[in-house]
């Protein structure tokens, strides 16, 4: 599976969270930690979702 490029951004203002390393689709927290593997890239946005409510739940 070739990672597709992700240079075009929802949110310009944003950094990017979703990363592929070897074929394999990450989410990157504030402190730099890279959270997965997940395989694919939609799997990473779910689970980014899911994080980012829980803490905002918490907050």
Same mark, same amino acid.
């Given at each position: 599976?070739?990672? *597709?490029?992700? #240079?075009?951004?929802? =949110?310009?203002?944003?950094?990017?969270?979703? !990363?592929?390393? !070897? #074929?394999?689709?990450? =989410?990157?927290?504030?402190?730099? *930690?890279?959270?997965?593997? =997940?395989?694919?890239? *939609?799997?990473?946005?779910?689970?980014?979702?899911?994080?980012?409510?829980?803490?905002?739940?918490?907050?």
């Amino acid at each position: 599976m070739r990672c *597709e490029d992700d #240079s075009i951004a929802d =949110f310009p203002f944003r950094t990017h969270r979703i !990363n592929c390393i !070897n #074929s394999q689709w990450y =989410f990157l927290m504030r402190g730099g *930690e890279n959270i997965g593997p =997940f395989p694919t890239k *939609e799997d990473a946005n779910k689970h980014l979702a899911s994080y980012l409510e829980k803490m905002k739940a918490e907050g």
